[in-house]
Every structure is written in structure tokens, then in C-alpha cells.
């Protein structure tokens, strides 16, 4: 078995960003180019954030770094 990373969401620091700078869901699906289900799902935990997903927030946002809103999660995997 070899250790694999996993990219999880920093979802309270996230959650708390938005409401301070007013943004919604849906606002905040269209300046990341991802469907609003899409975030709804990963802000609900029932999803990881995905490549799309990362680079937009991170192009979209200039005032977020990565540390701030994503972190790493190692797994084991099979193989």
C-alpha cells in the first residue's frame, strides 16, 4: 500500500468568507466555473473539490491562498 494525498476543503474558514464578503452559492459557483450543485455538494462534504474546482477559486480569488482554503488529507490506498 503506498500513501495517497487528498485534497479536502477548508469548508468553516470557507462558509465564513463567503458570508463576510456577501457572496452566495451560486455567485460564488459562477466566478469559479462550476455548477452550482457541483459547490453545494463540496460545501455539504459530499463531494472533494476537484482540479476545476481548486484552480478556479484560486484565479477567481486573489486574496485566498491555497493553505487558506484547502489542505491535505492522506489516505491509504490499495495500490
Known amino acids: 500500500m503506498k ?3 487528498v485534497i479536502l ?3 468553516d474558514f470557507l462558509k465564513v468568507y463567503l458570508k ?3 457572496i452566495s452559492q ?4 459562477d466566478k469559479v466555473g462550476v455548477t452550482q ?3 453545494n455538494r463540496i460545501m455539504n462534504g459530499k463531494r472533494n ?6 484552480a478556479g ?5 486573489n ?10 488529507d492522506t489516505a491509504l490506498s490499495t495500490e
Open 3 to 5: 500513501d495517497v494525498n
Open 9 to 11: 476543503i477548508n469548508l
Open 20 to 22: 463576510d464578503k456577501d
Open 26 to 29: 451560486s455567485q460564488f459557483a
Open 37 to 39: 450543485t457541483t459547490v
Open 49 to 54: 473539490p476537484g482540479g476545476k474546482f481548486i
Open 57 to 61: 477559486v484560486l484565479r477567481s480569488f
Open 63 to 72: 486574496d485566498l491562498s491555497f493553505d487558506e482554503v484547502f489542505y491535505y
